[in-house]
């Protein structure tokens, strides 16, 4: 059992691992985002495991925003260790293609039996621009990625379903 500690220094944020009989620092952990804030994180229970899932900013400018979510969990060799990452929200506003797009990622299964598997539900809104600015001419198109647990690399696999 662990206990984690945060803090925040600039556009960073660190974590410390340690053990919850001991006191010891097991491991550690630097995420920093490219500018504007720290990185967000949130921890979900699992059957066999809990995941430290950190949201990080994956790109950012004029008019655009994207992050992403990456999972982690303490490996065999007591390192902590990135085991999935996926685009998670964002929008571009439009750009030379005159179309804003919007999306985001749903995990779906995040506890699915014996945390063997995660669906990730991906949505995106795409809309034209008219001149005065309304949108119009709006798709919404969506797909599901099936993730399973690899043993041997200690990370969730892409499976084509």
Not at 5 to 21: E, Q, V, Y
Not at 61 to 68: E, M, P, R, S, V
Not at 121 to 129: F, L, P, W
Request: proline share 2%; charged share 25%.
């Amino acid at each position: 059992e662990l206990r984690v500690l945060s803090n925040t220094f600039s556009t960073g944020r660190n974590f410390i691992f340690l053990d919850n009989k001991t006191g010891d620092t097991v491991t550690t952990l630097s995420v920093e985002n490219i500018n504007i804030e720290p990185p967000f994180y949130s921890i979900l229970v699992g059957h066999k495991h809990d995941w430290l899932v950190v949201r990080r900013i994956e790109s950012s400018g004029t008019a655009i925003l994207h992050y992403a979510d990456d999972w982690y969990i303490l490996g065999r060799s007591g390192n902590i260790k990135k085991v999935l990452s996926y685009p998670s929200i964002g929008y571009n506003d439009a750009d030379g293609s005159g179309k804003n797009k919007f999306f985001g990622a749903e995990v779906l299964s995040e506890n699915s039996a014996d945390d063997l598997a995660v669906d990730i539900k991906y949505s995106e809104r795409n809309c034209a621009v008219s001149e005065d600015g309304s949108e119009t001419d709006c798709s919404e198109p969506s797909h599901i990625d099936h993730y399973v647990w690899d043993d041997n690399k200690e990370e969730f696999v892409l499976k084509n379903l």
